[in-house]
C-alpha cells in the first residue's frame, strides 16, 4: 500500500468508525419497537402501533416532544427517563417525527 493511501485511511479512520454512532431514525425505531427503554416488558409500539395518535406530537417543539416520550417510559414502560441531550433520546425524537401528518 502506497504512502497517500495509508495516510488517508489515517485520517479517515475516526469519521469511519463515527459513522455508526450517533442518534438516527434507525435506532428510535429500535428503541419506539423493543422493550429496552422499560421495565415491564412492554414498548411505544404496544400502545402506538405504527405510530397511531403521534401525528400530531410528532409536530410538537423538541423539548416538548421529550417531556411527551420521558412521560410515556415513566408511566406506561415503568422505565428511567432518557436524559433530554442523549442520543437516544435525539433518535426516539427523529423517529417519531416521522409519524408527522403531512401539511394540508
Same mark, same amino acid.
Given at each position: 500500500?502506497?504512502?497517500?493511501?495509508?495516510?488517508? @485511511?489515517? @485520517?479517515?479512520?475516526?469519521?469511519? $468508525?463515527?459513522?455508526?454512532?450517533?442518534?438516527?431514525?434507525? %435506532?428510535?425505531?429500535? $428503541?419506539?419497537?423493543?422493550?429496552?427503554?422499560?421495565?415491564?416488558?412492554?414498548?411505544?409500539?404496544?400502545?402506538?402501533?405504527?405510530? %397511531?395518535?403521534?401525528?400530531?406530537? !410528532?409536530?410538537?417543539?423538541?423539548?416538548?416532544? !421529550?417531556?411527551?416520550?420521558?412521560?410515556?417510559? %415513566?408511566?406506561? @414502560?415503568?422505565?428511567?427517563?432518557?436524559?433530554?441531550?442523549?442520543?437516544?433520546?435525539?433518535?426516539?425524537?427523529?423517529?417519531? %417525527?416521522?409519524?408527522?401528518?403531512?401539511?394540508?
Amino acid at each position: 500500500m502506497k504512502k497517500g493511501a495509508v495516510l488517508f @485511511l489515517l @485520517l479517515a479512520l475516526p469519521a469511519i $468508525l463515527a459513522a455508526g454512532e450517533g442518534p438516527s431514525v434507525e %435506532r428510535g425505531k429500535e $428503541l419506539f419497537n423493543g422493550s429496552t427503554l422499560g421495565t415491564n416488558g412492554k414498548s411505544c409500539a404496544g400502545c402506538h402501533p405504527g405510530g %397511531r395518535k403521534l401525528e400530531k406530537a !410528532a409536530t410538537y417543539a423538541e423539548d416538548d416532544l !421529550a417531556e411527551i416520550i420521558n412521560t410515556c417510559i %415513566r408511566k406506561p @414502560l415503568a422505565g428511567k427517563p432518557l436524559p433530554t441531550g442523549s442520543d437516544d433520546m435525539k433518535s426516539m425524537i427523529m423517529y417519531i %417525527r416521522t409519524f408527522a401528518s403531512p401539511a394540508k
